[in-house]
């Protein structure tokens, strides 16, 4: 039971958090293309794209409900729910997922509907995207490694 709960928990973060780390990343400079700068016209389709990597970003966020929920079960199973990297991955776990939904989604919703519009977009604003979407991946790229190496356990290798 703990093997199957493990295995979809680690599916669940490969298929639910990779194809948001890429398509968020993938996103500002999009926005950059779908509307540039110095004012001249974007080529075809790149408002599509936007739209497009934002509902990857919304559809698979909220897959990703599904990693802390296996997780936590996961963790029940094998008795570990008090140990101290499995409390710091949760709460990292926790802060990552707050700057998705708080700090990634909507302002990549802003963008899209200035992009769709046809709005100039400030090159500062993509810049601070850019930033709290570098800081949601290296959250998670966090946990992933706690969970992989587990500091202060005895248990398994
Ligand atoms: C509430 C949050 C989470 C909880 C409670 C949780 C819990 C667990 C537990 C109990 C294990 C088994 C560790 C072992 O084999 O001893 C595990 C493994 C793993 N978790 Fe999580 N997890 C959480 C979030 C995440 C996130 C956000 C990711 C990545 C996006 C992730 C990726 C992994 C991976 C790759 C493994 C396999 C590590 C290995 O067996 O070597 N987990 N997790």
């Not at 710091?88 to 802003?110: D, F």
């Not at 500062?124 to 706690?146: D, E, I, K, P, Y």
Request: include cysteine.
């Amino acid at each position: 039971m703990t093997k199957l709960l493990l295995s979809l928990h680690v599916l669940a973060a490969i298929v639910a958090v990779g194809p948001v780390t890429v398509a968020a990343s993938m996103f500002p400079p999009a926005v950059r293309r779908a509307a540039p700068a110095d004012g001249s016209d974007p080529g075809a389709g790149t408002a599509g794209a936007v739209r497009l990597l934002h509902r990857i970003c919304r559809v698979y966020a909220g897959f990703g409900v599904l990693v802390p929920v296996l997780g936590l079960a996961t963790a029940l199973a094998m008795g570990v729910l008090g140990d101290a990297w499995l409390v710091a991955s949760v709460l990292l776990t926790a802060v990552a997922a707050g700057t998705l939904i708080a700090l990634v989604l909507p302002r990549q919703e802003e963008l899209v509907a200035q992009v769709t519009e046809r709005r100039p977009v400030e090159r500062r604003s993509t810049a601070q995207l850019a930033m709290f979407t570098g800081v949601f991946n290296l959250l998670w790229a966090t946990v992933t490694v706690l969970m992989i190496v587990r500091p202060g356990s005895t248990a398994g290798a």
